[in-house]
């Protein structure tokens, strides 16, 4: 890839390495790419938040708003939207999964999965939660409180299925980024039971944040509305 204004060879997507000015996004690149790195699924904390904050400091539209050839506002402009929409897409690492699994063909495969260990409760938990819900819809406190303790060892269910969980995604992850570096940083050939193992783990992830909110939510007792003036 060459750069549209000094015409060097350049390794980066968003912002020419040599001469600073930042790259034109036709079709926006993949988030990796973007941020110039290998698509692992483990980083360290903060890491690639410092990435994203250097590309921004560095094709931010205020940095060149002053300059002659409109070419390179609008060029800083869709850089920064691809580097957002990178940062987005790879941030965490659920994101970072369900990103990989998407770009492997699985994208409509990960659905809602009550994990292993939580089978028995979860009708249990569904039923809690509905009471919860429509005595906070009534206004019905008693009902509300009768429920706590209830809600209480449902949390302790789903925090310890929420552990294994990212055991497992450790795992998952260590045997990807395993493959990367094996294949000299390019995408690895993965087998079918790793991703059958990641669409199951996705769904899994993707329902205990769901009901983590459920729970959160129903140990909150909503505020009364403010007195008239």
């Known amino acids: 890839m060459k750069c549209w204004n000094c015409q060097n060879p350049s390794d980066e ?3 020419c390495g040599r001469c600073g000015m930042p790259q034109p996004v036709g079709s926006p690149p993949g988030p990796f790419e973007a941020l110039g790195l290998a698509p692992r699924l483990r980083w360290e904390a903060g890491e690639l938040q410092g990435v994203h904050e250097d590309l921004a400091r560095r094709c931010h539209p205020d940095l060149f708003r002053a300059h002659r050839d409109d070419r390179v506002l ?3 402009k869709s850089a920064m939207r691809a580097l957002n929409d990178a940062y987005r897409t790879v941030r965490d690492r659920d994101s970072r999964l369900i ?7 699985q994208g409509q495969q990960s659905m ?11 009708q249990i938990l569904d039923r ?14 008693a009902e509300w409180e009768a429920q706590q303790d209830h809600i209480a060892s449902l949390q302790i269910k789903v925090e310890g299925a929420r552990e294994r969980s990212d055991h497992a995604l450790r795992v998952l992850a ?30 899994e992830r993707a329902y205990l944040r769901t009901v983590g909110g459920r729970l959160a939510e129903a140990r909150e007792w909503p505020d009364e509305d403010p007195a008239p003036a």
Do not use: F
């Open 174 to 203: 260590g045997e990807w980024d395993a493959g990367l570096s094996a294949a000299g940083g390019e995408w690895p050939e993965i087998g079918e039971e790793w991703i059958a193992r990641a669409v199951t783990l996705a769904g």
């Open 112 to 122: 809602r999965t009550v994990p292993e260990g939580l089978q028995d409760s979860a």
């Open 74 to 76: 609008s060029a800083s």
């Open 128 to 141: 809690v939660l509905s009471r919860i819900e429509e005595a906070r819809q009534k206004g019905d406190r």
């Open 99 to 105: 990103y990989i699994l998407s770009a492997l063909g």
């Open 13 to 15: 997507a968003l912002v």
